[in-house]
């Protein structure tokens, strides 16, 4: 495995790698959610590529950038171990050098949900990985589900832009006890990590209630609202929008749909959401 820390040193390097290229772009602190995407992508492709970035231009000012985890060592082993041929580990400079000027912005996509509470997120997550894209030059993109709205943007750009790619969705990894494996994840302590486990449960139950036949909006928001409400320390939204735009449904749920929860539990912002399908034939 290989490692580049320039835009130059990395296309050198990307140039000897013929045929089909993966590419699963991180932040780093690497966990099983991120090995399932790079093993994926190494079933996948020719060659995998990984990136290794935290990307300053996603976060707020109030957010956790600094104390964001950075276990790079680390980090570069799993790569090696999932089969990897090629990281990218650039420095902030390399990726925003001085005049840096020039933004992407998906406009409606970005608006809910997240884009609600953190003004601005969208627009550098769809930056940083259109830079990463122009660099690498990839087949396919991986992308967990977990984060279903920052994939409908990356996939919306893709398309808007003519990017010749595929950017590729994979389903949520999961601890065993339900819990959404996310980097920050080890900032929850014992007790706080035992609450948050209330977001996995309350979906589950949507869910159900959803396979089961109910589609009214109101009732599984409720139902998501005051479960969460008495575990989390803030909800920021529990909420169920169509899947393909993330609009409102006016009346019951009659196309696919995602129910999508954020919020903090102690000072730990976490996300997770699953899609909810009609089956054909029954009537929404």
Do not use: W
Not at 13 to 26: D, E, H, I, Q, S
Not at 41 to 61: C, D, L, W
Not at 222 to 240: N, R, T, W
Request: one cysteine or more.
């Amino acid at each position: 495995m290989k490692t580049a820390s320039t835009v130059a040193a990395l296309r050198k390097a990307r140039a000897r790698l013929k045929g089909t290229l993966g590419f699963v772009p991180t932040m780093g602190a690497l966990h099983e959610g991120h090995l399932t995407l790079m093993r994926r992508s190494v079933r996948e492709n020719g060659h995998t590529v990984a990136s290794i970035f935290v990307n300053p231009r996603q976060f707020g000012p109030s957010e956790d950038l600094a104390k964001y985890p950075r276990t790079l060592k680390e980090d570069l082993k799993l790569c090696r171990e999932a089969g990897v041929d090629l990281v990218f580990t650039p420095d902030a400079d390399v990726m925003y050098p001085d005049g840096f000027d020039t933004f992407v912005e998906v406009e409606r996509l970005s608006r809910p949900l997240c884009g609600e509470f953190r003004p601005g997120h969208f627009r550098g997550v769809a930056t940083v990985v259109c830079k990463l894209f122009n660099i690498v030059q990839p087949s396919r993109a991986y992308f967990g589900q977990k984060d279903a709205q920052q994939v409908l943007v990356l996939a919306r750009m893709v398309e808007d832009l003519n990017m010749p790619l595929k950017v590729v969705t994979c389903p949520t990894v999961r601890e065993k006890d339900g819990l959404a494996m996310s980097s920050r994840n080890r900032y929850l302590s014992p007790s706080e990590r035992e609450r948050a486990l209330v977001i996995s449960r309350i979906l589950a139950e949507v869910k159900r209630q959803f396979d089961k036949g109910e589609r009214d909006v109101g009732h599984l928001v409720s139902i998501m609202e005051s479960a969460l409400g008495a575990e989390m320390d803030e909800v920021q939204y529990a909420e169920i929008r169509r899947l393909a735009d993330l609009t409102e449904f006016p009346g019951p749920i009659d196309a696919p749909a995602l129910a999508a929860v954020a919020g903090y539990v102690g000072t730990t912002r976490l996300i997770d959401n699953v899609t909810l399908t009609p089956s054909r034939g029954r009537n929404a």
